[in-house]
């Protein structure tokens, strides 16, 4: 029997391919590897989940609803090796939405028989806030790799991207950008690109020079690659 055909790799989300840390830390090893992929959201069902699909091993990518946490936990009543990625822990949280992550992480990581991060740093941070020893793989190499700049030229040009979910720390840099009065041209790669507009107009960052693109792979690739 061929391992990888038992090893189920689960994402929380309807659209996983929009969120880059599911991509990079997700989707592309799944792929590579040829392990099977599927969506669990908060209204499946755990048990039929795995009834269905049997597996040996279970990989979590980001967890974004408890729901996961109640599969991860019938996993283990079976037998199942559970493995789970994380890329944000949130130790001294400043806000519900943080708190919440939280705790999805920890209950998780408690469920797990591996937790995985992708750097020393993280592990180290996660032993010395919760005592978990956490293996390190880091990501996927994403893109061709690049020579780096010998001469930094004036506009900047910049390049943004991200999920929803931290338009927050877009929203700090660029007023620490407006408040260094830096002369550079802004592209903000992204989902939910009205509601981020909107934010931003709110924010009165109308006189920076920046341009919102709707987040895809190959849009992604574009802009780095132009830039």
Known sequence: MNIIEKVLW???VPNPQIIPSNIVSGIMPANHLGIKKIIFLQTHN???TLQHY???IIIFSKALHLNIVNLAIEAKKRKIVVISVFDDWHFNSDSLKKTKQFNINKLLSDSSDITVVKTKSAAEIIKKN???????IPDCIRYESFN???KINYPLNIVW???NGNHDTLIFG???ILSSNIDCKIKIITNKTAELQENLIKNKFQSLNYKIIPFSDRSLAKEIYLN
């Open 54 to 56: 049997n597996p040996k």
């Open 130 to 136: 919760i005592g978990i020893r956490a293996k390190i």
């Open 10 to 12: 689960v994402f929380s």
């Open 46 to 48: 755990p048990v039929k």
């Open 174 to 176: 660029l007023n620490e």
């Open 148 to 150: 780096p700049i010998s």
């Open 161 to 163: 991207f991200g999920s």
